[in-house]
């Protein structure tokens, strides 16, 4: 059973920075690219990054361009988004995604992580 | 960016009824594109990918057609575990998007 399951949300003041981790398990991490997609309070869906399968490729939406970073440590089956100089609209559930295939389709979902941007 | 656009933002309907969901884009993606369903409190579910293909362990009711610009899913009878919000997704270009959804709800 594929299990996505992210950690590291909080609250955090405007300018902030955390870093999201998303351990994955049932899939061979590896050999598939992952996504990280937000969405805000009673709000839709944002694709916000991505990395390819190896971490060579990264990337991201215009709206968190130089602010945040994606990784990733294949060794330790875990997603990583590096989010910093964080503002009010960036409070949103953030869910790490498995890409599906070789297309930027996201079959696997985990359960998200909350990041409330608030002073 | 490529915007998506789901029309219309709320559908209400009976269960049985036929429910027929659109997401038009600004610009051809081909046939780069897919739908998710997600209930309150959970994550999305793939549902169709490259714009008619069912993913794994979707009934057969969800189908989904259309290419270019204009796309259509299609639940044949609604199911009470169908109303939900539904989101299109685009991959033909970066960076992705999502369609702003549609609800279906229960009249």
């Known amino acids: 059973e594929v299990q996505l399951l992210e950690s590291g949300g909080g609250l955090v003041q405007p300018g902030g920075s955390l870093r999201l981790s998303c351990t994955a398990s049932?899939?061979?991490?590896?050999?598939?690219?992952m996504s990280w997609v937000r969405q805000a309070p009673g709000k839709g869906l944002e694709w916000v990054s991505g990395i390819s399968a190896g971490g060579g490729n990264t990337y991201y939406a215009d709206s968190v361009k130089g602010r945040f970073t994606i990784s990733r440590d294949n060794s330790k089956n875990t997603l990583y988004l590096q989010v910093n100089s964080l503002r009010a609209e960036d409070t949103a559930v953030y869910y790490c995604a498995k890409v599906y295939g070789g297309a930027y389709y996201f079959d696997f979902w985990g359960q998200g992580a909350l990041v409330t941007v608030s002073s | 960016e490529i915007v998506l656009t789901q029309s219309p933002a709320t559908l209400s309907l009976s269960p049985g009824d036929r429910a027929t969901l659109s997401c038009r884009a600004s610009q051809s993606v081909g046939s780069s594109l897919a739908w998710y369903q997600q209930k309150p409190g959970q994550a999305p579910r793939l549902l169709i990918y490259d714009a008619s293909n069912r993913a794994t362990g979707i009934p057969t009711r969800f189908s989904g057609s259309g290419s270019g610009t204009d796309f259509t899913l299609t639940i044949s009878s609604l199911e009470p575990e169908d109303f939900a919000v539904y989101y299109c997704?685009?991959?033909?270009?970066?960076?992705?998007?999502f369609g702003g959804g549609t609800r279906v709800d229960i009249k």
């Open positions: 997704q685009q991959r033909g270009n970066w960076p992705l998007t």
């Open positions: 049932g899939i061979t991490f590896s050999s598939y690219a």
